[in-house]
T-cell receptor, first 114, second 113 residues
Framework: KNQVEQSPQSLIILEGKNCTLQ??????????LRWYKQDTGRGPVSLTI?????NTKSNGRYTATLDADTKQSSLHITASQLSDSASYIC?????????????FGKGTTLSVSS | DAGITQSPRYKITETGRQVTLMCHQT?????MFWYRQDLGHGLRLIYY???????DKGEVPDGYVVSRSKTENFPLTLESATRSQTSVYFC????????????FGPGTRLTVL
């Protein structure tokens, strides 16, 4: 069964600290992997999209890594800010057209405190 | 403003009533999607549309109806609302092509009493 598992379910860190969120998937065949940020009461916003051949992709203080062999991805947040408090969703795409085969993880809720 | 909008943002209705959630995008994206988001679940696809007058079922289509007469609009109708349809509904759009980013609307929080 195609699944996307994220860990931890929730995380609390102090402002300025780094953190890493994990995503394991069993989707096959694999097309691409996306990380989204969802602020409370808003829709998800894309942070990164990586294909099979990409190992690392950065977007400001956000760096995503992908190991297609072990089917694992991580999202590293550097020097966290209060505005990083949100849910982070890992999404894996199979071979369907235009994202119709997207499998969504349940998300990791990150709280950054001062 | 350009982008993707949803209306209403909040809706309370009663069991058995018909309710329509609206979605409008200004980018002329070919593909549009409806998802629901519930605690303990990831986003789940209800219906999607590849172009005007072309729609298809997603993972959880039962109890929902969609139409797409114009490229920019993709309404979702609950023909006879049930309590299990209490959820947050997100509309999304993307240009054609599987690699493209999906752009999400702000969501509609629907409560069925």
């Amino acid at each position: 069964k195609n699944q996307v598992e994220q860990s931890p379910q929730s995380l609390i860190i102090l402002e300025g600290k780094n953190c890493t969120l994990q995503c394991n998937y069993t989707v096959s065949p694999f097309s691409n992997l996306r990380w989204y940020k969802q602020d409370t009461g808003r829709g998800p916003v894309s942070l990164t999209i990586m294909t099979f051949s990409e190992n690392t992709k950065s977007n400001g203080r956000y760096t995503a890594t992908l190991d297609a062999d072990t089917k694992q991805s991580s999202l590293h947040i550097t020097a966290s800010q209060l505005s990083d408090s949100a849910s982070y969703i890992c999404v894996v795409s199979g071979p369907g057209q235009a994202g119709t085969a997207l499998i969504f993880g349940k998300g990791t809720t990150l709280s950054v405190s001062s | 403003d350009a982008g993707i909008t949803q209306s209403p943002r909040y809706k309370i209705t009663e069991t058995g009533r018909q309710v329509t959630l609206m979605c409008h995008q200004t980018w002329s994206h070919s593909y549009m999607f409806w998802y629901r988001q519930d605690l303990g679940h990831g986003l789940r696809l209800i219906y999607y549309s590849a172009a005007a007058d072309i729609t298809d079922k997603g993972e959880v289509p039962d109890g929902y109806v969609v139409s797409r007469s114009k490229t920019e609009n993709f309404p979702l109708t609950l023909e006879s609302a049930t309590r299990s349809q209490t959820s947050v509904y997100f509309c999304a759009s993307t240009p054609s092509g599987g690699y493209n980013e999906q752009f999400f609307g702000p969501g509609t929080r629907l409560t069925v009493l």
